[in-house]
Every structure is written in C-alpha cells, then in structure tokens.
C-alpha cells in the first residue's frame, strides 16, 4: 500500500516515486498550489500539488482535514529560503 512512511526521507529517495498513506493534519490553499501535511504513526510529510495537477484532478480540492489518503509522487528536497 506505501512504499515509505511519513517523516522518514533520507536522500536516497529524491527523485525517486514513492506512495505515501495517513491522514491529512492540515491544508494551505494558495490557488495555484495546495499543501497537505500528511501524518502517520511514524511522522509528518509535506505534499505540494502544484496547479497542472489540480487542473487534472479537481477531486483534490474536496479534501479536508482528517481524511485518510494514498499519494503517490516524485519525492523532491525542501527548498529553503536564506534569511539576509
């Protein structure tokens, strides 16, 4: 059902398509992109639906805290934002 569980990435998994199951703990909606903090037992991982995606599956924008999902994708390392 999963190939990784949340929180748990390492950089032998950038780039790579991993399948990751819990449950949504929280959702940002900036228009052209959604953010979904996907929890399980093991840890919390940052799911990014840029708006190609949700043009393709509108269903995406139904989901709401609490619901248990399956996600599918290409695992890509956290950009950081330097501080001046």
Known sequence: MRTIKCGIF???YFQKTCTLCGWVQNIRNLGNMLFIQ?????????????SEILKKFPLIMKIKKEFCIQVTGTVQKKKMLKKN
């Open 10 to 12: 390492k950089k032998k």
């Open 38 to 50: 996907l929890k399980d037992r093991y840890g919390i991982s940052q799911i990014v639906f840029h």
